[in-house]
């Protein structure tokens, strides 16, 4: 079975300073990744998604991940943090079915990130 | 207009009590899904729906039923709510035949007391 760690629950940083939240995953086949973002009450966006190819993926709001398939990582980082990336952040990766699409999400636990003025 | 509705939005029941919580989407996606969200967990899966036809049980189905009365409606049913089932409750939807996220609605805060 499928399954995805976040070994951060909670991370603090100040602004301006750079950003790597971690995840690490357990998928018998090439993986199908994705990181979403929660800001308070909302629903969730997805920030960037890894199928294929090129193993650094570029996201919206300045954030890029970088899979690592030795490491089974698909960390998430961002060089200058604002104060406005405050919010849960949730690792995900999805099954693949027999006609190669994916499905099925199963998510981290997330990690919270504090931003100080 | 948003693509994922969720109605309602904010839910509190008594135990024992059945609630529907309903899901609309425009956007024409055949995958339909029902995550609930508790504080440490993470996002985890109830049932989904690739088709008007196919329903799925997800990892905790358990207490939960699922209507998908027509292309864009999935709707959750608890049979009669418990405590435990107090959690923020996710829709999604996702095109069946691509590679494509899941795209997901502003969610139903569900209290059970």
């Known amino acids: 079975a499928q399954s995805v760690t976040q070994p951060d629950i909670h991370i603090t940083v100040s602004e301006g300073a750079s950003l790597e939240l971690r995840c690490n995953y357990s998928y018998g086949a090439t993986p199908y990744l994705f990181w979403y973002v929660q800001s308070p009450g909302q629903g969730l966006q997805l920030l960037l998604k890894?199928?294929?190819?090129?193993?650094l993926v570029q996201g919206i709001k300045g954030f890029e991940a970088e899979f690592k398939r030795s490491q089974s990582s698909f960390n998430l980082r961002k060089p200058s943090v604002h104060w406005s990336d405050a919010a849960e952040y949730f690792c995900a990766v999805s099954r693949r079915n027999s006609g190669g699409s994916n499905y099925k999400l199963t998510f981290g636990k997330g990690t919270l990130l504090t931003v100080n003025p | 207009d948003a693509d994922v509705t969720q109605t309602p939005r904010n839910r509190i029941t008594k135990t024992g009590k059945r609630i529907m919580l309903e899901c609309s989407q425009t956007k024409g996606h055949d995958r339909m899904y029902w995550y609930r969200q508790d504080p440490g967990l993470g996002l985890r899966l109830i049932y989904y729906s690739f088709d008007v036809k196919d329903i799925n049980k997800g990892e905790i189905s358990d207490g939960y039923s699922v209507s998908r009365q027509a292309q864009a409606k999935f709707s959750l049913s608890l049979e009669s709510a418990i405590p435990n089932q107090t959690a923020l409750y996710f829709c999604a939807t996702q095109p069946g035949t691509s590679l494509e996220e899941q795209y997901f609605g502003p969610g139903t805060r569900l209290t059970v007391t």
């Open positions: 890894y199928f294929s190819g090129d193993t």
